[in-house]
T-cell receptor
Framework: ETGVTQSPTHLIKTRGQQVTLRCSSQ?????VSWYQQALGQGPQFIFQ???????GRGNFPPRFSGLQFPNYSSELNVNALELDDSALYLC?????????????FGPGTRLTVT | QKEVEQNSGPLSVPEGAIASLNCTYS??????FFWYRQYSGKSPELIMF????GDKEDGRFTAQLNKASQYVSLLIRDSQPSDSATYLC????????????FGTGTRLTIIP
């Protein structure tokens, strides 16, 4: 078990609604990355936050946005939900004393859009 | 063209045999290469990373990298039923395991 937690575990939303997903990073880590994993696919990089600033973004539209807080926890917000947004959303915590290859994924939030 | 390609499988291997998983990537400038294991319904966990050409061994696992051929592989020796999972290959243009590009994964089944 890693020290990365995500909430909620599961979520069902209706198309057009907005959703906020939360991630608490591993103690000592200052970087959080978010990934979207559709069924049967590999995770796709959404964006990364480093010390409260966005530090890189994948090929996702602006309705995907995020925040990182002073304690390095993070939120992923998705507006105007579409059916294709149904996926497992993973956050990954890194940037600790263990070096550049230390990274831990949280358990994920399963989002279903109907 | 997909950036990271893997055979989706399923790949079935008898218990005790060697499982061989392969991955090719399109960005010749890629620097770091990773293998993650993902059990059904769980999040990925890092098995190994490699950034130099050649082999890197860790217990029953060996990662092999050939940058000229843009090819990375994972060998699992003495396969166990607990190795049954989806194996994800991931690539980073830089050193470190942030902002990764993942393949679709290969589903491996170890047959007792």
């Amino acid at each position: 078990e890693t020290g990365v937690t995500q909430s909620p575990t599961h979520l069902i939303k209706t198309r057009g609604q907005q959703v906020t997903l939360r991630c608490s990073s591993q103690s000592g880590h200052n970087t959080v990355s978010w990934y979207q994993q559709a069924l049967g696919q590999g995770p796709q990089f959404i964006f990364q936050y480093y010390r409260e600033e966005e530090n890189g973004r994948g090929n996702f539209p602006p309705r995907f946005s995020g925040l990182q807080f002073p304690n390095y926890s993070s939120e992923l917000n998705v507006n105007a939900l579409e059916l294709d947004d149904s996926a497992l959303y993973l956050c990954a915590s890194s940037g600790g004393a263990g070096g550049i290859y230390e990274q831990y994924f949280g358990p994920g939030t399963r989002l279903t859009v109907t | 063209q997909k950036e990271v390609e893997q055979n989706s499988g399923p790949l079935s291997v008898p218990e005790g045999a060697i499982a061989s998983l392969n991955c090719t990537y399109s960005d010749r400038g890629s620097q770091s290469f990773f293998w993650y294991r993902q059990y059904s319904g769980k999040s990925p966990e890092l098995i190994m990373f490699i950034y130099s050409n050649g082999d890197k061994e860790d217990g029953r696992f060996t990662a092999q990298l050939n940058k000229a051929s843009q090819y990375v592989s994972l060998l699992i020796r003495d396969s166990q039923p607990s190795d049954s999972a989806t194996y994800l290959c991931a690539v980073n243009p830089n050193f470190g395991n942030e902002k990764l590009t993942f393949g679709t994964g290969t589903r491996l089944t170890i047959i007792p």
